[in-house]
């Protein structure tokens, strides 16, 4: 069963940072690129990170770039997204994603398997 299971969200001030991290299983990670996305109350799910399987490529929505940092560890079949200067608007459910590639496809379409979420919260 493949399966991703993301960790690390939780409640933060503004200008502080998270580390979040998503464990995969079931499958072989180091294949495929993998993808961050997020979803707050009453918007679209949006892409906001992805990194290739060999984790040589990278690429960041214009609202993370600067601030968020994705990496990959394959032989622990671990993917993190580091936040920081966080603000209020990064409110939101924060879910790992596989693509079916090894380069970062169209957020749209490219992502197949997918995590539970994990809730990142920036208030004061």
């Known amino acids: 069963q493949l399966t991703l299971v993301e960790s690390g969200g939780g409640l933060v001030q503004p200008g502080g940072s998270l580390r979040l991290s998503c464990a995969g299983s079931g499958f072989t990670l180091d294949y495929f690129a993998m993808g961050w996305f997020r979803q707050a109350p009453g918007k679209e799910r949006e892409g906001i990170s992805c990194i290739s399987a060999s984790g040589g490529s990278t690429n960041y929505a214009d609202s993370v770039k600067g601030r968020f940092t994705i990496s990959r560890d394959n032989a622990k079949k671990m993917v993190y997204l580091q936040l920081n200067s966080l603000k209020a608007e990064d409110t939101a459910v924060y879910y790992c994603?596989?693509?079916?590639?090894?380069?970062?496809?169209?957020?749209?379409?490219?992502?197949?398997?997918w995590g539970q979420g994990t809730q990142v919260t920036v208030s004061s």
């Open positions: 994603a596989a693509s079916g590639w090894d380069y970062c496809p169209n957020y749209d379409v490219g992502f197949a398997v």
